[in-house]
Structures are given as structure tokens and as C-alpha cells.
């Protein structure tokens, strides 16, 4: 962030850009048209800004370098910004409202600019499908979504585009009003469970291939969706627009609705249920089943699973010892139906790579931390979820490869979580999926950025969680972290100051090192932020 | 909020003064917390008078025009003072000590306590061939003066302060003297408050003082052993058991070693002491007063609350824009040191007086709101509230507004006077909170770096400029989300307000278990069985499990009760039964002690050789049976309702038969932990004394068995079963809503719809569901089978079968619906699971609307608040998609339910 890299040396120079930069957005709020050019011009100089100001997160940059015990001249590291770990923070949701306009345009404008000072280098932002191709297939309208594109290039921070196909229960934004329509007559576009229950957020993974949208197969209307959005913004892409981010399954995950019929009001997350059966499902587990000798196998999903809200152990299927996930049937199941769901998550980044690969900006698909039940041999929240990740099996590394064939890059949600925040009878880590999920990524060399968990209210210690995420010994995140999400809370005076500060110490240990010519000053920071002078340290042993 | 846009303004006008505080050294730029550090902005920049006399608020001011009014009474439209009654808890110890007289024979005891009151040792003793527990009066000469006996079984002597002691001022001590050779065994005593009229006892039992060695009268003594055990059977009727933990301090007196060897030696006795914690509630009177006025400039009312509560008050807040006083969260600015809980109330805590005990503050109102709704907390769970409801200050929606601009020179003249005296309220009370919590942001940076003082400026204004714009886009967000506030609004009904949670009805978005059968009782070990299935059961989406009669019991599933305090039954042991209702709690599960009022099983005969003398703690005696049951020769008045024919109706006439069950009723409460209780067969007693006991004993939830036959005609039963359900909803009435009851009704009729194809059965008259839940449905707890109806016993069974279209219909109906055990732990749980899950997943309550769209010979249907529709029978049934549309969500066995998208 600007503030910290202000060296004495430059103190003078920063500040009057920092004047000029508000004359330009005074100008620009005024009258747009005539002053775009002056203010294109202080954009341009703020990007300038930028690059200098972006060594202040070179820290992550020393640190990881480190790890692979290079140690670089400090001087290098200070080149090389691309290195450090650069903050996106998440638009609203319903940032563009499904009729098409800016919501609350006046308080992204404010929001965006506050970020902008506060040295965050982007914003993410959700183009949903029920919203920019709402009325019928092929008719697009990215009116909304460019206007925002705009105003974000106009405050100088870089974007994230999440390409939402799937639906958002609060705020509400549905799917394309067509597609609902075609749902209302086939239920089996989505995914259903043991007892019937629909989930119609997003489509099944069955029917990817099959052509169910008035002829069209849904990933032949995904990839026109990014064709069209592709040479809607190729104006931005790879300037503003820096990473793209494709959706695989429910909240955009690569995962089944496994928790779907969880009840909001249970205490405990259940083991969540197995989501195999809609016609499509139904249909390819039998041609499996059958092809592998057990035709018998192919009728149905576990018997013996547990309902959402249960306790693993409350029926055979997850059983720690001797429960039916260990049986031959169990891995028969498991294996297939982990298999549909790696194979969904390779069709759609494949897609995603074939329409943007050559555009420069970096793909991403989200990857859930199913972290409920981990501690238990069988892993069932993640087995119901689709990861065949037990105590017996690595389950993320055919997602990894999968990542690594199409040249994308992981979105791990969760890195504000801590293992203490749940009660023990979940058996939940999430700090221990975290470091496994890594570990798989990084074997096959697929990067992993992160985002914290998008809990309504952001968990006491997350930030110092993250922290340790991003500079940790076991740190991660290769270059960007996003976290959910600008709105009301976000700039409540409960969360913003702690976000100003989490902002300053991911960013503050450059200035120490500019502004800090004696060890003992850095001493002197202790009280505030420990972890500041703790990293300022760390920087001048090396 | 409009003023936002003209913060900057205001803002520019300010930070002079604020900068030039903020340098001095009041600030603690360590700390990072913004409310702490809010609040001691607060106590810098605003204090209030109290408002004896006029004091000044400067409301806010536009640039130069300034605005100075003062806040006297003489313009003040409410004005209140509520009554606060809070217990303060007092803690402090007893002491017991065991000694020889100084050149004496003789042992004395000495018994006191640490904390003023106005103390009683109530006492007895034990002789050594006594057998059994009951009491007997000391010998007259073992009696210090000032004694008094109390029946034949006990005398009461008031403790004294003791003369000189090192213990401070508060010590109180009553001295008893033991003969060496006398035949007394044993002192049993409880300590009584006679100011608060509370018991003081260990662990629910007497404190028993062994004054002979029987060895095989183990650990349930006082002294030379570790702790007290536990006295088996129930002595005295004592209750209220304020004493905590095992004896903490335990320390053997009489000394230095030799004391443990003259106790080998001296068979009889030895000399001990000790102390045990006593924790005293003393009631408190203190009061809140309220006043509100218009504030002349802005249109916005002003309110300022004051109250003489000690320590730090916070008010809980939140106005209200309508008469259904749903809280909501205004818009900021809020007053200085407030804080949002949980985005649905404020929090601000309460200026201290200068000089005076008390506290108080002062809130700025929109004039659209219509009311101010708050609580108040002191200490850490402590809250008061006015008899159970919210504070409610209703604000005039008349606005009066009178201008007085006062010429700036005036304006700056009390400002500086504010900075001075710190005295007066400063207009910033009205300024954006947000702005100036971020601006300590700044303020602390700034102090960070101040190494640097050129890029100190730099990077003020830089972070001015961040939280300027954080806080107009927090205002924007704020003001312009509509679901978030209506959410919120939701949320506060259902969680939020205490107030609203009525035992009649919980929350209202209960969901019973009933965690027996009649069978339960055979292990032996039921506690234990069901604690296995705690997590179960709260996977499930139980929120509340009712467990089987606790008292020992004539019969062994409980409901022939015979010593009420006795808690081992067949079901386990007190200490099983303890330890799975904390298991419940641990899992979120509320649990109903199931309780018996209506008879009790005496003890002994009288001298007509008729069973009517009641044994244990409450030995009453004939007169608490009803008179008009021959076979027990009550003495008591006529029964206020039906006779249970096989033990002696209890007569709740009786002011000391009331007196006990509300003391035995709290005493469940606190010493087991139960949330609220089942009746049993309230149909033998008035509903009004029900009443008494559920405001003395304050359940979370309580409901009723109110079980009588329907109408029949010719074997057949009538489609009216109107004066059924009416005399269910006259006891529930009698109770004064306090307690809902089993909906008896609308079992009888699914019954005679399921089994005969009668569905149009389902709907009444008025196209009203026919049972209970059709008149009264936050009060009717419906259930299709408990452990008389079905279970081994099948006095009235479900249609077999075909229990799930019973299931679909009450999961999905309002009232609160219960579901038998047998049927949860069933090859049905699953489909029960199901629509546990739906009915939570749509919030469909005990109030929720019912519209029947289907009552057919063969098919019912039913759309529940637009949000889910059902159907049972085997006819054909699909809602119609209007304004919503529907999907089909569950389906079985001649039943099927939806839910809108």
C-alpha cells in the first residue's frame, strides 16, 4: 500500500501524486465524459504507483524464496512484485442486479476507492449466468457487468471474474430464466437425492454432455457464455482483468450439493448425503456397474448411508470400523462417484482453457475444504461432497492432476479457518485438509491461491489465521488471496478497522525496512503488531 | 442517511479540535480494539450530567451554523421510571466445627456463616438406635437459648454475631454443646436466611455431623472424611440448595497430627473442621428512568435513560417502526461505545455518573421511529427486563419543532467549554460513529510512525481520506439492504427476544421427542441407553426431549410417585439422570421433566389402616388428599377436577401442598437442569394452580395431558368434535396459556380419517383444521402416539401402518408436534427425519397458517404458509402452481409433500 512504501526519499513526490490522484476523481465525478481523458492520464500514474507501491507485499516473496532455500539479495526480491501475495477483495454478490444495473453503485464507487488507498490490488467480481443471460440462450447482455468493469478500471485495481453458472440462495439470483423453464418439465437437470429432494442451484453433472437445453448441451452454452463474454471485455482482459475463475458445481465448487438438505437449524453438520439420484446419475452408475461385473451394484446409491443432519456412525455405510465404504461395493461406489466429478471438473477447466488460454489471464476453478468429519477414517462429508479422500486414499491428488493438465490454477476457500473453531465431535480439521490439499497441488505444481471461508461474520483470529497461511512456515498462496466480501459488514466498524489492519501487517514489513535503518525500532513496533516486526526480523537475518 | 454527504464538511470542522486531542497523551495507541477505544473517547469527550439541572447537547452543526439547545424537562413528551428486581448473588462460606470444650468433657459444635443475615440453624438430631432418617428433637439441655422447636422433630436457633473474631465484621456463629456420653449419634441441620426465606443446604441433602463412629455409616458425614457424601433417602423438606461444589476447603483442626491419632484412638469422635462456599441471592430494588423529548432542530427525538444500577450497564437496544415492536437496528449514527450484536441490536454501554452512584446515556431516534425497545445487562449474564417483556418507549410521531439557532460566537464558546470542563454534551454524540472509530485508525498509525514526521502527514490524510469513504460506503450498504434488515428482524423474533418465549410455546419452532416408552423401564439403565442417542436425537432436528418420570415410583414406569425428592427410579440414579440432561444441553436438545401433580402414593397407613400418610422430605399428612376419593379418606377439600381413582388425588387447594410442589418444582429445575416439564393427568386438577406452578418454577416449555374420550355416536365418531377440543382449550385457558397440551383431538380424528377413509374429516366446520390446532395452535401439541396409546400398552393405537400419513400431516401443520420414541427409532426415521428437516428448513412454527385446499373422502391437502403444501390419502393431490410454484420434496406411502421455489 501506498503508506508504507512512502520512503523518506519519496515522500515528497508520493504525496503529490496522491493530490493529483484526488483531483482527478473530483474531476471525473463531475462530469465523466469531458474529463476522462485527464483522468485516464492520472489512472496511468497511479498504475505506476501501483507497481512501486506493490513491492510492499514482497515480503511472501522473500519468505517463500527462502523456503526453497535460495536466499535472495533483498534488492531482488524488491524487483520482482509478481512474487508477493496481492489481496482481491469480493464485489457484493448482487453487484449487478438482475435487470441488469449497478447496485448501490454509489457505495461500490466509495468502497473501491477506500480499497484502492488501503493498497488492495483488485476486486472479484460474480458475472452470473442468471443475470447476463437471463432472457433466452445466446442472448447476452454484459451491460451491467461492464459498466462496473469500468468503474473498477477508472479506481486502478485489477478484477477477478467469477463466471457464475450456478444459482445463489441469498442474496436470491437464479438461473437463466430459460433454463428454470426447461427444469420445470426435465427435474432430471438437476442433481436429486435419496429422498427426492432437488437441488436446483445449479445444473447436474450428468448432464453435460447430453443435450438437454433446447438441443444444446449445457457445456456447449457454457463455453458460448465465454466466448461472448471473452469478446465483450477483451478490451480488459489481461489488462484490468487479471484471473478468471470458472464455476464447477454448487457455490461454484468442484463438489456434489452433498449438504443440500442439511436442516439450518442442527447444531452439527451431518455427514451430508450422496446426490446419485437423478435419471442421468442413475443411468451411468448402471452402464458402470454393469461393465464391471456387478450389475446388481448399478441399482441405486449406499443403502446404509445416514441422512444429512446424522452422525457418521449412525448407519453402517461410514462406519470407522468395518462400515461398507471399506467393502468392495463401497470403493465400486465411490470410485465412480468421485470419478463423474473429477471428470466434470476436467471438462469445465478445459473449456475455460480453450477459450482463454491465449488470452494471458490466469484460469482458476474452486476447490471446497470439506473439512467436517476429516479426523474420521472415512472422511464422509468429503465422500458425499465427492472426494474420495479417505484414511486409505488421497483423494485430491486426480484433482490436482486435473488442474495441471488444463494450466489452472486452485481458489482453496477456507484459510481463515481454525481447527479450534469447531467442537471436537465434528472430528473436523480443516488446517489438516488445507496442508493435504496442498501438498497435492503443489506435487503437481498446480498454484494455489486462497480465500477465506465466507461465513456471515468473519471468525474471531482469522485474520491471524490467514496470516499464517500466506507467510506461515507451510504458506501457500502462490499470489492472491480473495476475501468475501464488500458490503454492509464488510466496512462495519465491528470489520473494517480489523481488515485495515490486517491489510497493513500483510503489507507493513517493506516500510519497516525502508523506514527502519536500527534493529531496535523494529523492536519498538513490537506491542502493535507483533507479527509485523516479527516478519521485519525475519527479512534482515536474511 | 442524508447527512452523510455533508459529513466532510462536518468532519473538516472537527478534526482540528479532535487532532489536538488526540496528540495528548490520553491516548493508548497500543490498543487496536476500536470500541475500547471508542469508549474512552466517550468518557474524554461526553459526560452527562444527571439531569437535575438543564445540561447542554449541541446537536450537530452544518458548517458554520451551528446549534446549541439544552435538554431541561420542561419540553420532555415521555417520561417513565421502570422498576428494576434483579438478585445480586453474594458469596461467601458456612463453617462447621467440631471441638472439645476448653477444660470440659463436653464436644461443641459451632456452626457459621460469613454473610449478614438474619440466620437460623434449624436442627434435629439422631439417636443411636434410631432407625430410619427422620429426626428428633435435641434434649433440653443440648438446646442454646433463644431456641424455639418446630413440631416434634426439630428446633431453630437463631446464630449470633460472634463477639471477636479476625474474620471481619460479618461473622455469625451458633455454639452447640455435646455430652460425652450421650446416645445422640448424629446433629442434622439445614441453615435458613429468615430475610430471604432460603434453605441452605449440601447438595439437596441436610448437613449430617456424625457424633459416634458407625462404620457402616459411611460418607454421607460431615468432618474426618473428604467432602460429603450423599445422605440416602430425603430428610426434612428442604430445598433451595444454594450450596456449591464438594467441600472445597477442608482442613482438620485440633492439630499438628495429634488429632488424626486421638481419632484412631477415640473411637467416638474427633474433632474437624469445615468450610463449605454459600452462595446468598439478595433481592435488589433499583430503576431505569426514561424520558424523552423532541429535539427542536433536527426533528429527532432525544432520549436519555438513567438508572441507579451499580457497575457497568449496558442497554441491549433496538427501535421499532411499528406496533408489532419487531426490533430493528437505526441507522448510524449510534451513540458513542455502542456496538452491534449480532446485527440485530445495539449495544452501548452506559456513561458512569461523576460522583454519583448510577449511569447513564443518551440516544438520538429518527422521527419514523415509533419506539425504543431495550433491555438492560449487569455483569456478564445478567439482564433485567420489564416482567418479561422488552422495555418499550413509545415515541410521539407528532412532530414539534421548534428552532433556536444560536449566533456562532455562542456556539464556540461551549464547545471550548466542553473541551474545558468536560462537563457538557458535545454534539458528536450525533456524529457518525464510524467515522471517528476509524479515525483512531488513523490517530494510531499515526502515533506508529511518528519516527517519521514527514510521511506522517502523508499518511494521515491518506487514511482520512480511506475512512471517510469506508464509512459513506458503510452507510449506503447498510441503509439500501433490505433483506439483510428484514432477516434480521426475523432472526431477533425468533432468537433474540427472550421475552417472547412463552412455556406455552417455546420458541415456537419446537419439535418434541418423547424419549420413552413403556418399556423403558426394564434395563434399568434408561439414562444411560438415551444418552447414547443424544446426538441422535439433536441430528434429527429435536429440539426438545421429554424424559420419563424421575421419582421413585410405586409403579416402575413412574407415574405412581411416592417421595417426590427421591430421584432414583427405574430409570437410573439421580446422578445418571443429572448427567444425561447436561448431555441433552451439550447437544442443544431442552428437556421436559415429566412430572406428576395430580396423585402421590402415601407411605404409610393411618389408623384406619387406609394408605394416606405421606413419607419422605413432603410428609404431608391426610388433609393434602382431596376429600370426595372414599377409598383414601382425604381430609382436604373437594377436587377442582376428574379422580384418579388408583392413589390419593392430591388436594391443590392447599396452600402447603402448593407451597411444596413449586419449591419441589424449582428445585427439579436447578438441581436436575430441566428446561420445563410434562403434566400428567392435568384433567384431575384446575388449570389455575397449573398456572401458579409454571410462573413459580418458570419452564422454558411445558405442556399437558389432558386426555379425554371424544364424541361418539353409535360407535361411530362425530365429525363435531368441538366440545373435545373445547374442554382442552379450557384447561389451557384455566393456565392462562402458560402451558400448551397434547392435541388429543386431532389424533382421535386422523384416526377415524386414516382408518376409515374419511379424510373430509381433516377439516372442520369452518374449513379449520377439527382438533386443538385449529383453534388454538401455538398451545396444541400434536403427536399421533405416546407410551399409553401405542407402545406395549395400546390403549388407543394408531391406524398400524399407516403412522406416516400422521407424521406428514402434524410435521407439517402448526402447534408443536411430538413424535413417540418408537417411531424415531424406527425403519420411519428417516422419512420422520425428512420431515423434521423440511419443517425446519421452511420455518413452519406453531403459528403457522393453515389453508385446506382438499378434504375428500380419500385425499386432505393443505398449504402451509404458501411455503410448503402436503397431502395424505391415497386420492389424487397436486398444488396448484399460482403465485408460487412447487416441488415435489418428499413422497411415501400415500402421502406427498412440496415446497414453493
Redesign the interface.
Known sequence: M??SV?G?SQ?KA??TD?AYR?LGFCSSRRNDVSFSRKSRIGIDRNIIRLRRSATGFTLKAVLSEQDRATPPAPALSRSHPKNGVSLYVGL?LDAVSEASTI??A???S??L??LK??GVEGVELPVWWGVAEKEANGSYNFSGYLDLVKMVKKAGLKLHISLCFHASK??KISLPEWVTQIG?ND?NLYFRDR????Y?DCLSLAVDELPVLGGKTPMAVYKDFCENFKSSFSEFISSTITGISISLGPNGELRYPFDQ????????P?VGEFQCYDKNMLGLLKLHAEASGNPLWGLGGPHDAP?????PD?NSFFKDHGGSWETPYGDFFLKWYSQELVSHGSRLLSLASSVFGDTGVSIFGKVPLVHSWYKSRAHPSELTAGFYNTVNRDGYDSIAEVFAKNSCKVILPGMDLLDDDFPN?TLSSPQSLLRQVRAACSKHGVDVSGQNSSAA?FPEGGFEQMKKNLSGPDGCCSGMLIYER?????????H???F??FM?SISQPETDMD?LPQEQ?VGA?E??LPTVSESGAHLQAA | MSTVITEPLLHHDLRGIRRSRLKSSIFR??S?S??RQFRCHGRIFYSFKPPRKPFIVRASSFGSAAIVETFDFTDVFFRETFPLRWTETVEGRIFVRLDKEKNDQNWQLTVGCGLPGKWILHWGVSYIDDVGSEWDQPPADMRPPGSVPIKDYAIETPLEKAPSTTEGDGLYEVKISVKPDSTIAAINFVLKDEETGAWYQHKGRDFKVALIDRPHDDNNIIGGQKGFGIWPGALGQLSNILLKGEASHSKEEGTDGASSNEKQEDSCLGGFYEELPLVKQIPVHNSVCVSVRKCPTTAKNILYLETDLPGDVIVHWGVCRDDAKNWEIPVAPHPPGT??F??KALRTLLKQKEGAKGCSGLFTLDKDILGFLFVLRIKENTWLNSMGNDFFVPLSNSSNLVQSIKDQSETTHISEKTDGENEEVSDSVYTD??IN??RN?VS??SS??N??T??KE??E???Q??EK??????S???S??Q??LEEAVSESKAVDSPSKVSSGTGSG?EILCQGFNWESNKSGRWYKELKEKA??V????F?IIWLPPPTESVSPEGYMPKDLYNLNSRYGTIEELKDLVKKFHE??VKVLGDVVLNHRCAQYKNQNGVWNIFGGRLNWDDRAIVADDPHFQGRGNKSSGDNFHAAPNIDHSQDFVRKDLKEWLCWLRKEIGYDGWRLDFVRGFWGGYVKDYLEASEPYFAVGEFWDSLSYSYSVMDHNQDAHRQRIIDWINATNGTAGAFDVTTKGILHSAIERREYWRLSDEKGKPPGVVGWWPSRAVTFIENHDTGSTQGHWRFPGGKEMQGYAYILTHPGTPAVFYDHVFSHYQ?EI??L??LR??NKIHCRSTVKITKAEKDVYAAIMDDKVAMKIGPGYYEPQSGSQ?W?????GSNYKVWEA?
Open positions: 501506498e503508506v512512502i523518506s515522500a508520493v504525496r496522491f484526488v457484493p447496485n448501490h454509489k457505495a461500490i466509495a468502497g476507492k477506500a488507498l488501503l441469498q442474496p420445470e427435474p429422498s427426492g429432494l432437488l436446483k438438505g442439511r436442516s439450518r437449524k442442527s447444531k452439527l451431518g441422512r444429512y443432519d446424522q452422525m449412525s465431535i461474520v464488500m458490503g454492509a459488514y464488510f466496512f462495519s466498524p465491528e473494517f478497522p480489523s485495515t489492519a497493513r523506514d525500532e513496533n506491542p502493535f | 495507541p497500543a487496536m476500536f470500541s456496538t452491534i449480532k446485527r460513529g464510524i472509530e476509524i485508525l494510531d498509525i506508529e510512525k519516527r517519521n514527514k510521511t502523508a499518511q490524510s491518506i487514511l481520506e480511506i469513504l469506508a464509512a459513506e460506503a458503510y449506503i450498504f447498510r439500501s439492504m433483506t439483510f419452532y446426538e441422535e439433536s441430528s434429527l432436528g429440539s447437544v442443544n428417516s427425519a425428512s423434521i428437516s425446519n428448513r410454484r416441488s415435489l420434496a418428499l413422497e421455489t
